[in-house]
């Protein structure tokens, strides 16, 4: 079911400092800040070879990552996304092996404007898991 790794996130204080280390310490090309004011986040995407990494900054007072901020804040690993081929296929094998899918089991669209899902940390193995529709 899983395909490659389309990124890996981590949660951010300060998305412009996170993206000044990325860019100009590790040398990586960092793409400019969006807004996605229906996520609660600002987001930069690190582009490297094989994979991204995704920095994310809490937008808005009920920002979902806010509480993990303030738990880690200089930041940490939030959630991995993997890529999928049928995101409604993936959920509904997931729910029939008794995993609980976030947010009402219903894909939003995510950063790059594909659907997404959230799938609950203490299913699989104390980490977030973000299941991203491959473009068809
Ligand atoms: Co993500």
């Given at each position: 079911?899983?395909?490659r790794?389309?990124?890996?996130?981590?949660a951010?204080p300060?998305?412009?400092?996170?993206?000044?280390?990325?860019?100009?310490?590790?040398g990586?090309?960092v793409?400019?800040?969006?807004?996605?004011?229906?996520h609660?986040?600002?987001?930069?995407?690190?582009?490297?070879?094989?994979?991204?990494?995704?920095?994310?900054?809490?937008?808005g007072?009920?920002s979902?990552?806010l509480?993990?901020?303030t738990?880690?804040?200089?930041?940490?690993?939030?959630?991995?996304?993997?890529?999928?081929?049928?995101?409604?296929?993936?959920?509904?094998h997931?729910v029939?092996?008794?995993?609980r899918?976030?947010?009402?089991?219903?894909?939003?669209?995510?950063?790059?404007?594909?659907p997404?899902?959230?799938l609950?940390?203490?299913?699989?193995?104390?980490?977030?898991?973000?299941?991203?529709?491959?473009?068809?």
């Amino acid at each position: 079911m899983l395909g490659r790794v389309n990124h890996i996130a981590i949660a951010v204080p300060d998305i412009a400092a996170a993206s000044a280390i990325y860019r100009d310490t590790l040398g990586a090309e960092v793409t400019a800040p969006q807004a996605l004011p229906d996520h609660g986040v600002t987001v930069v995407f690190v582009l490297l070879p094989n994979t991204k990494i995704e920095l994310l900054e809490p937008l808005g007072a009920d920002s979902t990552i806010l509480g993990f901020v303030t738990k880690n804040p200089s930041g940490g690993i939030h959630h991995i996304c993997y890529e999928v081929d049928d995101i409604l296929a993936a959920r509904d094998h997931l729910v029939a092996s008794g995993a609980r899918v976030l947010g009402g089991g219903e894909p939003k669209i995510g950063s790059h404007g594909l659907p997404v899902l959230f799938l609950h940390p203490k299913d699989f193995n104390g980490a977030l898991i973000e299941l991203e529709e491959k473009p068809r």
